[in-house]
């Protein structure tokens, strides 16, 4: 059975940070590609950041400068630091599993909240 658990979701002032994970279970961790997407309330959901299976990344503009992706595939798990944190940034975080081959299932986790608010 497949499993992606997001953690590190809260309340946190503007300017601050925080740290997101997602533990993957069921799956080659090194095979998929990973991202974390967000949706604010009344919003699409939206791409935030993306890192290949290699390791190559990138990110919305939104967040550029601000927020770092990154994986340990030792430890199956996908990081997202979240830095200058913005109200706008609020949002539930989700993360995304895709499979580097064309025909592949796709995952998702049960997404976390992250509130910016003074």
């Known amino acids: 059975q497949v499993q992606l658990v997001e953690s590190g979701g809260g309340l946190v002032q503007p300017g601050g940070s925080l740290k997101l994970s997602c533990a993957a279970s069921g799956i080659i961790f090194r095979l998929f590609h990973m991202g974390w997407y967000r949706q604010a309330p009344g919003k699409q959901r939206e791409l935030v950041a993306h890192?290949?299976?290699?390791?190559?990344?990138n990110y919305a503009d939104s967040v550029k400068g601000r927020f770092t992706i990154s994986r340990n595939n030792a430890k199956n798990t996908v990081y997202l630091q979240m830095n200058s944190l913005k109200p706008e940034d609020t949002a539930v975080y989700y993360c995304?599993?895709?499979?580097?081959?064309?025909?592949?299932?796709?995952?998702w986790g049960q997404g976390t909240q992250v509130t910016v608010s003074s």
């Open positions: 890192i290949t299976s290699d390791g190559s990344t």
């Open positions: 995304k599993a895709d499979p580097i081959v064309t025909i592949g299932y796709h995952y």
